[in-house]
């Protein structure tokens, strides 16, 4: 029998008050698929001549669908302050005593608007530890994390959990409006002949990410002894979601491109929450040598090299960071 997203909470034996968040995070996804269902009729491509805290340009879609996701954490009540991408401090709600922090990238992979390609928005739920007006309060490691979530809003709309629980994956049912399970504790494959990278940055690259990519080129005739394939979609939920599907590793390694950074994804809101889902679905996570999720956050907009997905490539590019 399909089971909506509230049974399988209350099947997981999670709080009410995580119920409830999880439940108006999934309003808060439906509401952005239909804003982004519109495309050019709603201004849905159109870029804005403001940037975010990042310098990165930002659509108005961005800000509409951080708003659309704000109010729903309003709502719920359990909610006492919000990070988002799209603005630079965190936003604190009227309900100090609530028991959660999100930390979000409302809409993830947004310029892929432009060429209708598949966007999604992450979510990272935190506890409240009762420092509430301090922004320092949302530098808690990935581990602390009570649940993470994704959407993805491509052919269909998806929404993908964990609540420390394994990782889940719904459907949106268009008709009745419920995300309904579809995929149950996912596991990804240890082993894998499938890469994720942006090539283009490859002279940036560190020796360690040089070696490995050049070993899975090599295919048969080199060390690995076996042909790979590479995919690339510029949308870390799509790309994380391919991995959950049918496995292998996404890579965004550290690089000298920009020296001032790290990396080029976020930790609080692209790194941590995909790392929970990969790590509860068996896979690995690392910035090259220490797990995403024990990594003590400095700032809310850190930026770190991310390397995830099949565990045994995972230990593999560990090694090498090792060696290097
Ligand atoms: O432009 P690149 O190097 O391909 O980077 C793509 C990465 O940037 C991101 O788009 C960043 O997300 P935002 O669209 O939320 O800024 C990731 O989704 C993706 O993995
Ligand atoms: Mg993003
Ligand atoms: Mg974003």
Same mark, same amino acid.
């Given at each position: 029998?399909?089971?909506?997203?509230?049974?399988?909470?209350?099947?997981?034996?999670?709080?009410?008050?995580?119920?409830?968040?999880?439940?108006?995070?999934?309003?808060?996804?439906?509401?952005?698929?239909?804003?982004?269902?519109?495309?050019?009729?709603?201004?849905?491509?159109?870029?804005?001549?403001?940037?975010?805290?990042?310098?990165?340009?930002?659509? $108005? /879609?961005?800000? *509409?669908?951080? %708003?659309?996701?704000?109010?729903?954490?309003?709502? =719920?009540? @359990?909610?006492?302050?919000?990070?988002?991408?799209?603005?630079?401090?965190?936003?604190?709600?009227?309900?100090?005593?609530?028991?959660?922090?999100?930390?979000?990238?409302?809409?993830?992979?947004?310029?892929?608007?432009?060429?209708?390609?598949?966007?999604?928005?992450?979510?990272?739920?935190?506890?409240?530890?009762?420092?509430?007006?301090?922004?320092?309060?949302?530098?808690?490691?990935?581990?602390?994390?009570?649940?993470?979530?994704?959407?993805?809003?491509?052919?269909?709309?998806?929404?993908?959990?964990?609540?420390?629980?394994?990782? $889940? /994956?719904?459907? *949106?049912?268009? %008709?009745?409006?419920?995300?309904?399970?579809?995929? =149950?504790? @996912?596991?990804?494959?240890?082993?894998?002949?499938?890469?994720?990278?942006?090539?283009?940055?490859?002279?940036?690259?560190?020796?360690?990410?040089?070696?490995?990519?050049?070993?899975?080129?090599?295919?048969?005739?080199?060390?690995?002894?076996?042909?790979?394939?590479?995919?690339?979609?510029?949308?870390?939920?799509?790309?994380?979601?391919?991995?959950?599907?049918?496995?292998?590793?996404?890579?965004?390694?550290?690089?000298?491109?920009?020296?001032?950074?790290?990396?080029?994804?976020?930790?609080?809101?692209?790194?941590?929450?995909?790392?929970?889902?990969?790590?509860?679905?068996?896979?690995?996570?690392?910035?090259?040598?220490?797990?995403?999720?024990?990594?003590?956050?400095?700032?809310?907009?850190?930026?770190?090299?991310?390397?995830?997905?099949?565990?045994?490539?995972?230990?593999?590019?560990?090694?090498?960071?090792?060696?290097?």
């Amino acid at each position: 029998m399909s089971m909506k997203l509230n049974e399988y909470l209350s099947q997981a034996g999670s709080p009410q008050a995580l119920a409830s968040l999880c439940l108006c995070l999934a309003e808060a996804g439906k509401a952005i698929a239909t804003l982004i269902a519109q495309g050019a009729l709603k201004g849905v491509t159109e870029k804005m001549h403001s940037t975010n805290v990042q310098g990165e340009t930002q659509m $108005q /879609v961005d800000i *509409l669908s951080h %708003e659309l996701a704000l109010a729903q954490m309003v709502l =719920s009540g @359990v909610v006492a302050g919000v990070l988002s991408e799209e603005v630079d401090l965190p936003v604190w709600l009227d309900a100090a005593d609530a028991p959660f922090l999100v930390s979000m990238d409302p809409l993830d992979g947004s310029s892929n608007l432009a060429i209708n390609g598949v966007v999604g928005s992450i979510f990272s739920v935190l506890p409240n530890l009762g420092a509430s007006g301090d922004d320092a309060a949302f530098l808690q490691p990935g581990s602390a994390q009570l649940a993470a979530m994704y959407l993805m809003y491509g052919p269909a709309t998806l929404l993908v959990l964990t609540v420390g629980k394994g990782t $889940q /994956v719904f459907t *949106l049912a268009s %008709e009745s409006g419920d995300f309904v399970l579809t995929q =149950s504790d @996912v596991q990804i494959a240890a082993d894998t002949s499938e890469f994720a990278i942006n090539a283009s940055n490859q002279r940036y690259w560190q020796p360690a990410m040089q070696r490995y990519v050049d070993e899975c080129l090599q295919g048969v005739d080199g060390p690995r002894g076996r042909d790979f394939n590479m995919r690339w979609c510029a949308s870390m939920v799509m790309d994380v979601h391919r991995i959950l599907s049918r496995g292998g590793v996404f890579l965004y390694p550290r690089d000298c491109k920009q020296p001032v950074r790290a990396g080029r994804l976020r930790l609080l809101y692209e790194a941590n929450p995909m790392s929970l889902l990969v790590t509860q679905a068996g896979g690995g996570s690392i910035n090259g040598e220490q797990d995403v999720l024990s990594l003590q956050p400095e700032q809310c907009h850190q930026r770190v090299p991310v390397l995830l997905g099949a565990k045994n490539e995972i230990e593999r590019l560990r090694e090498y960071h090792r060696q290097a």
